[in-house]
């Protein structure tokens, strides 16, 4: 059973930075491929950023050049570096886990970007 935690969401004004942090356990990580989605009221989920076992990273163009995708495998986590946030980015941000036959999530970590 593989169990994804994510933390570090909050409130923050815009312009402001956040780190998302993502544990996982249950699984051998560093084999994995994991990303990151978000979901607003209303809207589909939709893919902000990836990366694989190998370091290969992959973002969506509205996060381009503002958030930044890491892993850490001795600690079996995944963060989501988070600058230059704008209202637009508000959501509740989710940890994916890739295996070949089957992919799991986590709970989700709220983010709001209000002044």
């Known amino acids: ?56 990273t992959n973002y969506a163009d509205f996060v381009k050049g503002r958030f930044t995708i890491s892993r850490d495998n ?11 946030l704008k209202p637009e980015d508000t959501a509740v941000y989710y940890c994916k886990a890739i295996f070949p036959m089957a992919t799991y999530w986590g709970q989700g970590t709220q983010v709001t970007v209000s002044s």
């Not at 209303?42 to 694989?52: C, F, N």
Request: charged content about 10%; some cysteine.
């Open 1 to 56: 059973q593989v169990q994804l935690v994510e933390s570090g969401g909050g409130s923050v004004q815009p312009g402001g930075s956040l780190r998302l942090s993502c544990a996982a356990s249950g699984t051998i990580f560093g084999r994995v491929s994991m990303a990151w989605y978000r979901q607003a009221p209303g809207q589909q989920r939709e893919l902000v950023a990836s990366i694989g076992s190998g370091g290969i």
């Open 74 to 84: 001795t600690k079996n986590t995944v963060y989501l570096q988070m600058n230059s």
